[in-house]
C-alpha cells in the first residue's frame, strides 16, 4: 500500500522567500506524481503534473522534482507571495493502479 | 465552462438517514472519481468509474455506494449516514489515467452527521 508523507506539515514565511516542500512516497512504481494546490473551503487546483521518467516540470514560480528511485518529490516556490498561502498535495499514480494516494499537505502561509 | 459541479455544497443528516452526493462534469471526461477528505489529512478515495456503466471500488468504499449511467453524471449515495462519515466529499474527473493527463476536482461537498 502507498503511504505518502509531506514535511513540513505548516509552514509560515515572509513575503520573498524561497520554499521547498517535500513529498516522499514508499512505493516507486509510479506512473506519475501530481501536486495540487488548496484554498481553504475550496477544491484542489492542478498545479504541476511530472511524469515518471521526468527529473523536473517548470510552471511560473514553480518547479517540482521528482527522484523515482529514492521516493521523493520536491515542490519549490521563488519569491513567495502572500498569494501563495494555500496547503499544498502531492499525489502520486502508481503503475499498477487507477487511484492517486495524497499526502496530508503542506499549509502555507506567506507573511507580507 | 462550469467544469466539475457539486451539489449541495453543504449538508447536515442525522445518524441512519440516507442521502445522495450529486456530480457532473461537462467536459466529456471517462473518468470520474468520488473523494473523502478528513479535517487536516489527505483525500482517500471512496469509488472510481473508468466510464459510464464501470464502477469500481477505493480506498474506503464501505458504507456508500456509486453508479454511472451517463458519462456525465457520478452521485454518490450515503445508506444509513454515521458521524464517521463527517467529511468534506470531493468529485473529479479527467479524460484518462494516462501520460499527461490531471484530475479537475469539484469545490467539495461538507457534510455532518449528527
Known amino acids: 500500500k502507498q503511504e505518502v508523507t509531506q514535511i513540513p506539515a505548516a509552514l509560515s514565511v515572509p513575503e520573498g522567500e524561497n520554499l521547498v516542500l517535500n513529498c516522499s512516497f514508499t512505493?516507486?512504481?509510479?506512473?506519475?506524481l501530481q501536486w495540487f494546490r488548496q484554498d481553504p473551503g475550496k477544491g484542489l487546483t492542478s498545479l504541476l503534473l511530472i511524469q515518471s521518467s521526468q527529473r523536473e516540470q517548470t510552471s511560473g514560480r514553480l518547479n517540482a522534482s521528482l527522484d523515482k528511485s529514492s521516493g521523493r518529490s520536491t515542490l519549490y516556490i521563488a519569491a513567495s507571495q502572500p498569494g501563495d498561502s494555500a496547503t499544498y498535495l502531492c499525489a502520486p499514480l502508481l503503475d499498477a493502479g487507477n487511484m492517486l494516494t495524497f499526502g496530508g499537505g503542506t499549509r502555507l502561509m506567506v507573511k507580507p | 465552462n462550469a467544469g466539475v459541479t457539486q451539489t449541495p455544497k453543504f449538508r447536515i443528516l442525522k445518524i441512519g438517514q440516507s442521502m445522495t452526493l450529486q456530480c457532473t462534469q461537462d467536459?466529456?471526461?471517462?473518468?470520474m472519481y468520488w473523494y473523502r477528505q478528513d479535517p487536516g489529512m489527505g483525500l482517500k478515495l471512496i469509488y472510481y468509474s473508468v466510464g459510464a456503466g464501470i464502477t469500481d471500488k477505493g480506498e474506503v468504499p464501505n458504507g456508500y455506494n456509486v453508479s454511472r449511467s451517463t458519462t456525465e453524471d457520478f452521485p454518490l449515495r450515503l445508506e444509513l449516514a454515521a458521524p464517521s462519515q463527517t467529511s468534506v466529499y470531493f468529485c473529479a474527473s479527467s479524460y484518462s489515467r494516462v501520460f499527461t493527463d490531471t484530475q479537475y476536482f469539484g469545490p467539495g461537498t461538507r457534510l455532518t452527521v449528527l
Open positions: 512505493d516507486s512504481a509510479i506512473y506519475n
Open positions: 467536459m466529456n471526461h471517462n473518468y
